[in-house]
């Protein structure tokens, strides 16, 4: 999954993961310590974990009581395993940090979300939560448990400030398997113990990647552009990508540094090729998510593939029928090659999604040729002026003749994955035209929102990570949370997730209203030509989506609605 934006949202490092599969707080740690009334393991003056015998009954006390009581109200479900599987990822932590990450620190103390779209949401250890985030019970401390209504609609996890602090959401494992079940029915789909692991695992190294960035020089002038405008349906552009993946999961199985050195020449040559087709601006934006997502997905291999047999579960995770053992043997190259070898295909270069692929191969070729890359990584590359790719540089003299690039070609196979991308994209094109198509004909009364002299650029979407184009509109068929527009911050606010159609020529949104009178209030209204203008302090809700502003437009044409936002 991935937040969709319109324009830029580089600096925010506000993400949702594609999972190999999905903290100075200091109040988080007061409450682990509060140990006998919370259930919690205690801990030594080492900070090293008193692992008792085998319980003979799984232990309870974890999930308070003025929580479990107020759930079935909100209708989520929160259970003592889903608290038990986040300290069996601390306890992961505490044992393999120093080899997935060394110097990582803040893991524990991040403030952590058990996401229900759509729903609630649950915020555990957050030292200062917002304003709308309700304690369960005068006992019970907003700083230990609170709970919110859900405004991302988003499945998944996600990284990003909640009131100033990094926090990380995601699901329960029983929110997953009812997810998936749903999206795919028949397949009695059961989320991966380690998958969750290594999801959370993606997200808490963002949140430290967020912390990190106080520490860089301040670079400004990142791309204006996103990555929703990565040009994927260039099969050119497709092949090469392809040919990057295909030379990379080469360069995971050289065994000298002869052949390494020569595997990361072809590399740097076929990339250099790619790059000098795309806007001038996305090579930034690529680095930028190979730093920023490539080494989380990588995080996200090692947790889920890596071989841990050094690590000691707790004794209650030997009990969650879900836990199945850490693996023998490291599983991970294998794993990210199976995914190499497929970015040629639209899924991979839509969204630029390839970097989470690219930027973990990076990562695992850097451990190879010189394990000491990570300590500081994110105090001293940006994105901009550094990233994975320059790292290799340094340590690798390229070669970008045009000598090498039509070896690499031939070598890797170009002409067989130029054909294969075209073919993928033929499909991707007549199927999004279908669900286009879908989208218009659907009934109901239509708005369209309007934002005179403003462009595409100018719109951020905030939506879950499904998009649709064709023939210059864009549609978000999950729907979104928030548009924002133009420069003061101005937005407008989903209830609920219904599709939305970008016209990116004209700037507007197209969905379909309830049907329902909204409520509207202002200072003044002056009403001509068909069109009410209404002025002074508008407050706009429809039930369906919320506005305030200084001036708002209303005309209604054979029942629908133009809402002229100015």
């Not at 260039?234 to 065994?255: H, K």
């Not at 970015?343 to 989470?356: D, I, M, R, S, V």
């Not at 994975?388 to 970008?400: F, G, H, K, S």
């Not at 002074?536 to 609605?561: C, P, Q």
Request: hydrophobic share 40%.
């Amino acid at each position: 999954m991935t937040i969709i934006t319109a324009k830029n949202l580089l600096p925010a490092l506000f993400v949702l993961t594609l999972s190999a599969g999905v903290c100075g707080a200091g109040q988080m740690e007061s409450l682990r310590g509060a140990g006998a009334r919370f259930g919690y393991i205690n801990f030594g003056q080492d900070g090293a974990v008193r692992i008792p015998g085998p319980p003979k009954q799984r232990p309870a006390g974890l999930l308070p009581p003025e929580v479990a009581a107020k759930l079935p109200e909100l209708g989520i479900k929160l259970e003592e395993e889903d608290l038990w599987r986040l300290q069996e990822l601390y306890n992961l932590w505490r044992q393999a940090g120093d080899a997935l990450w060394p110097g990582l620190q803040g893991l524990e103390t991040t403030p952590l979300q058990f996401s229900f779209p759509h729903k609630y949401n649950i915020l555990l250890g957050h030292p200062n939560p917002p304003a709308d985030c309700v304690p369960f019970s005068d006992r019970l401390p907003a700083t230990s448990f609170c709970y919110r209504k859900d405004a991302a609609f988003a499945f998944g996890g996600l990284a990003g400030p909640v009131n100033g602090i990094p926090t990380v959401s995601f699901n329960t494992l029983a929110l997953q398997d009812e997810y998936v079940n749903q999206v795919y029915p028949g397949n009695n789909y059961k989320a991966d113990y380690l998958q969750t692991l290594a999801t959370v695992s993606h997200e808490l190294l963002h949140a430290f990647q967020y912390r990190e960035k106080k520490f860089l020089p301040q670079e400004p002038g990142y791309s204006g552009l996103s990555k929703v405008d990565y040009p994927y349906t260039d099969p050119e552009l497709n092949m090469l990508t392809g040919l990057e993946g295909r030379i990379l999961a080469a360069a995971l199985d050289a065994e000298d540094a002869v052949s390494l050195g020569e595997l990361a020449r072809d590399f740097m040559a076929v990339r250099a090729e790619r790059h000098s087709r795309l806007p001038p601006a996305m090579p930034v934006l690529g680095r930028y998510m190979e730093l920023v997502e490539g080494t989380a997905q990588y995080i996200s291999y090692k947790v889920q593939y890596g071989a841990h047999t050094p690590v000691t579960p707790l004794p209650e995770t030997l009990l969650d029928p879900r836990f199945a053992g850490y693996a023998a043997k490291d599983s991970s190259v294998a794993m990210l090659k199976a995914r190499l070898g497929t970015l040629h295909t639209y899924n991979y270069n839509k969204f630029a999604t390839y970097t989470y692929q690219t930027g973990a191969a990076l990562a695992m070729l850097l451990d190879k040729l010189s394990p000491s890359w990570k300590r500081d990584l994110f105090r001293t590359s940006s994105g901009k002026g550094s990233g994975l790719d320059t790292l290799l540089e340094r340590l690798v003299a390229p070669d970008n003749s045009p000598a090498r690039l039509e070896r690499a070609k031939a070598r890797y196979g170009a002409p067989e994955l130029l054909v294969a991308a075209g073919q993928d994209l033929a499909a991707l094109l007549a199927e999004n035209k279908r669900l286009l198509d879908a989208f218009r004909a659907a009934p109901g009364p239509r708005a369209l929102l309007a934002f005179p002299g403003l462009t595409a650029a100018d719109l951020t979407i905030y939506a879950p990570g499904s998009m649709v184009e064709y023939a210059g509109e864009r549609l978000y068929d999950k729907g979104c949370s928030v548009i924002e527009y133009g420069n003061s911050g101005a937005e407008i606010t989903f209830a609920r997730a219904v599709p939305v159609l970008l016209d990116k020529k004209n700037a507007t949104v197209e969905l379909v209203l309830p049907a329902v009178a909204p409520s509207i209030t202002a200072d003044s209204a002056v009403q001509a030509g068909g069109s009410t203008v209404y002025e002074g302090n508008v407050s706009y809700n429809n039930g369906l989506f919320r506005w305030k502003g200084a001036r708002l437009g209303v005309t209604e044409i054979d029942g629908n609605t133009i809402l002229t936002f100015n």
